[in-house]
């Protein structure tokens, strides 16, 4: 039985951390700084100042962090304890999964047969979830289902680097309500927030170091650097 449930909750735990990082993706962040934050925040480990500043700063990526959090201090605390029994010599391997090992298999072999199992488990299911085809697949079976639940509200805009001191690159994408829409670079005040729009793309067209009198309309992507929290406040709408 705890063999069983440490293959259980290990293959849960890819899961749920596919799911934040989906779910991290649809909140603006790049889809490999998606994966390592959650990853990083299912682990309790790898952050970066810079990089934990993207999810801090957003209310919902705070939300989506601290479920991980907690899930994932909850999924460590049952595989150690399952861990733990699987090696004790009076468990045997389940029926379920290994039908009539333990009635040729020595008592005191028991807990290194659990081992060899627990090592194959994770290393099958670890090539599972970093195959390409179904890494791919899982993907979009859950984005589709988070867009249909409509769990998390997509934003429009990526953040694409961070540099020193919160500055970065972001892409957002002019949308009905956006307060830039029909107004010119120069009115936008962008300049004055010490935020530059270093391209627009439009229609598929790049339109690198855009003038100052041009007009940004619905769909354009503008490419912009400046404080990322300056961006968010100010271009985006979430």
């Not at 735990?13 to 925040?41: D, H, M, N, P, Y």
């Not at 899930?71 to 304890?81: K, N, P, R, S, Y």
């Not at 300049?191 to 100052?212: C, F, Q, S, W, Y």
């Amino acid at each position: 039985m705890n063999l069983f449930l440490f293959i259980i909750v290990l293959i849960v735990s890819f899961i749920v951390v596919r799911i934040g990082a989906v779910a991290f993706q649809l909140t603006g962040l790049e889809w490999s700084l998606a994966k390592f934050q959650a990853l990083s925040c299912f682990t309790g480990t790898g952050f970066t100042t810079r990089e934990s500043e993207l999810v801090v700063s957003n209310q919902q990526r705070r939300k989506i962090a601290s479920v991980l959090i907690v899930l994932g201090h909850a999924g460590f605390v049952t595989m150690i304890a399952a861990f733990a029994n699987t090696l004790r010599t009076n468990i045997a391997i389940p029926h379920s999964i290994l039908p009539f090992l333990d009635t040729f298999v020595p008592v005191w072999l028991l807990p290194w047969t659990n081992l060899m199992i627990i090592v194959s488990t994770v290393y099958i299911v670890y090539r599972l979830f970093t195959n390409a085809k179904i890494a791919n697949k899982l993907t979009n079976t859950i984005r589709s289902g988070i867009a249909k639940r409509d769990i998390i509200k997509p934003v429009t805009f990526s953040e694409l680097a961070i540099a020193t001191g919160g500055y970065g690159v972001s892409q957002i994408e002019v949308c009905k309500n956006s307060p830039l829409l029909n107004k010119s670079l120069l009115e936008s005040d962008l300049r004055k927030n010490d935020i530059t729009v270093l391209a627009i793309e439009r229609e598929g067209i790049a339109i690198p170091n855009p003038k100052a009198n041009t007009v940004i309309v619905f769909g354009d992507r503008l490419t912009c650097f400046g404080k990322l929290g300056d961006i968010r406040r100010k271009v985006c709408v979430t």
